[in-house]
């Protein structure tokens, strides 16, 4: 069973920090994506990452990934509080055929002013 | 615009009754999914579907039945054998087979009364 951790579950930090958040996942795959969600809004697609060494960047936020080690990371740099929300990564596998998206249990991110 | 809707925004559920939760994309995208969101949690795939007439079990398909009469949708019914359905449902919708994110709706929130 495929299994995708991300660490930390919560972070707080002060604006203008940098900081990672960690994705590991348990079975060969590369394909990963990284979604920001809004407290009770829906999820919204920042990163799709597709081979290794991949790296994308948009504004603050860069994803990176490394598919022998398994890992990919989202790093924040220079903190602002609209990045305050919760991160998740997702790995893809085909499924007989069918792709399947398997999420972590995401990074609830707050930013102190 | 092109998008997902998902209604109803709130739904409320008696003890030993069926719901059923409507999903409809005009995205013309061939894959559609039903994701399952509890407090604090990643997301669990329910049901997917990859072609009109054609859907497969994710993880936690108990308790729930899926159609996909139509493209455009793919509703979910919550049966009365789902003893615990309080959550956020997502549906979500991709081009199938084609590495680019899913697109999610904005969700409905079930509740039992």
């Known amino acids: 069973e495929l299994k995708v951790e991300q660490n930390p579950l919560f972070l707080s930090m002060q604006e203008g920090k940098n900081y990672t958040i960690y994705c590991n996942y348990s079975t060969t795959s590369d394909r990963l994506y990284w979604y920001r969600q809004d407290p009770g809004k829906s999820l919204e697609s920042l990163f799709v990452?597709?081979?290794?060494?991949a790296v994308k960047q948009e504004g603050r936020l860069m994803a990176s990934l490394d598919t022998k080690a398994r890992l990919s990371t989202l790093h924040i740099t220079a903190a602002v509080h609209d990045l305050s929300a919760t991160y998740f990564c997702?790995?893809?596998?085909?499924?007989?055929?069918?792709?399947?998206?398997?999420f972590g249990t995401g990074t609830r991110l707050t930013i102190i002013p | 615009d092109g998008g997902i809707t998902q209604s109803p925004k709130y739904l409320f559920r008696k003890e030993g009754q069926n719901v059923t939760l409507s999903c409809e994309q005009n995205l013309n995208h061939d894959a559609m999914y039903w994701y399952r969101q509890d407090p604090g949690q990643g997301l669990r795939l329910i049901y997917y579907?990859?072609?009109?007439?054609?859907?497969q079990k994710g993880d936690i398909a108990e308790g729930y039945s899926v159609s996909r009469e139509k493209k455009e949708s793919f509703p979910l019914t919550v049966t009365s054998a789902q003893k615990n359905p309080t959550a956020f449902y997502l549906c979500?919708?991709?081009?199938?087979?084609?590495?680019?994110?899913?697109?999610f709706g904005d969700g409905t929130r079930l509740s039992i009364l």
């Open positions: 997702a790995v893809d596998t085909y499924n007989f055929g069918n792709e399947k998206l398997t």
């Open positions: 990452l597709l081979s290794n060494g």
């Open positions: 579907s990859q072609i009109v007439n054609d859907f």
């Open positions: 979500a919708s991709s081009i199938s087979r084609i590495n680019q994110p899913q697109h």
